[in-house]
Nanobody, 120 residues
Framework: QAPLRESGGGLVQAGGSLRLSCAAS????????MRWYRQAPGKQRELVTS???????YYGDFVKGRFTISRDNAKNTVFLQMNSLKPEDTAVYYC??????????????WGQGTQVTVSS
């Protein structure tokens, strides 16, 4: 089973909202920084936002004021609330996290991705 699993993608009209979730599973010791990336067709994957274990956040300029990242450390889950969505937000969104287990040092993991499509 993949350590990270995203959910919550879908089709939404411009101006609408979606909430993505990413849950980590397995023999987890600690989860450090958690991130959301996205990749649109024909474009490179880009960092959207990140959150440290203590709650420090970073946002790309293209989502500031529209997207909010949060996490629930007790549930090993990170969320991405996306408001005021634009067609250019259409992409596959990937969860990424640095995770240590009881048998390994910190490893960077990727989720399988979830499609977000914003119609105009």
């Amino acid at each position: 089973q993949a350590p990270l699993r995203e959910s919550g993608g879908g089709l939404v009209q411009a101006g609408g909202s979606l909430r993505l979730s990413c849950a980590a599973s397995g023999s987890i010791s600690s989860i450090y920084t958690m991130r959301w990336y996205r990749q649109a067709p024909g474009k490179q994957r880009e960092l959207v936002t990140s959150i440290t274990r203590s709650g420090g956040t970073y946002y790309g300029d293209f989502v500031k004021g529209r997207f909010t990242i949060s996490r629930d450390n007790a549930k090993n889950t990170v969320f991405l609330q996306m408001n005021s969505l634009k067609p250019e937000d259409t992409a596959v969104y990937y969860c990424n996290a640095d995770i240590s287990s009881f048998s390994s040092e910190r490893i960077n993991y990727w989720g399988q991705g979830t499609q977000v499509t914003v119609s105009s």
